[in-house]
């Protein structure tokens, strides 16, 4: 994936961090990030930074009601391979029901939140720009889990 230039996980993060501390104000939420493998790859900004924003911002939005919502971002290196792991304690889904419709454009399964059904889709998209894929586990009060990898 040699296509931008390199960029630094805990900068990106503490960036996004800032702006979601603004958007949501009055929400408590916690970001713990572990990328002591790996803490930087060489790609495109704007895509690298949609695919954090997206993911931390869900994880707020659909956050369960009784707890502040924790968001654990890693990183590792895998055969050759970046995998990225967002996590968070949030509401979840049921991805039986749901299935692939998940990344799906205009695909919305929780309407408390505003929103428009483009996020996931523009994640998706962009990781498979950058060459990389996205997998999902989730469960209805459980919260949800993202892998993306990244070829080295």
Do not use: C, W
């Amino acid at each position: 994936m040699k296509k931008g230039k390199s960029f630094f996980f805990p900068k990106l993060v503490r960036e996004i961090e800032k702006i979601m501390s603004g958007e949501f104000n009055n929400i408590k939420f916690i970001i713990e990030t572990d990328f002591s493998v790996i803490d930087n790859i060489y790609t495109l900004h704007n895509y690298l930074a949609n695919i954090f924003s997206n993911l931390i911002s869900n994880s707020i939005k659909y956050r369960q009601a009784n707890a502040d919502p924790v968001i654990k971002i890693k990183s590792e290196v895998r055969e050759q391979k970046l995998i990225l792991t967002f996590k968070d304690n949030g509401i979840g889904v049921d991805l039986n029901k749901i299935g692939d419709d998940l990344f799906g454009l205009y695909k919305r399964f929780h309407f408390h939140v505003e929103g428009k059904g483009l996020g996931l889709y523009m994640v998706k998209t962009q990781v498979e720009m950058l060459g990389g894929k996205i997998n999902v586990e989730s469960a209805v009060g459980q919260g949800t889990e993202f892998r993306i990898e990244f070829n080295l």
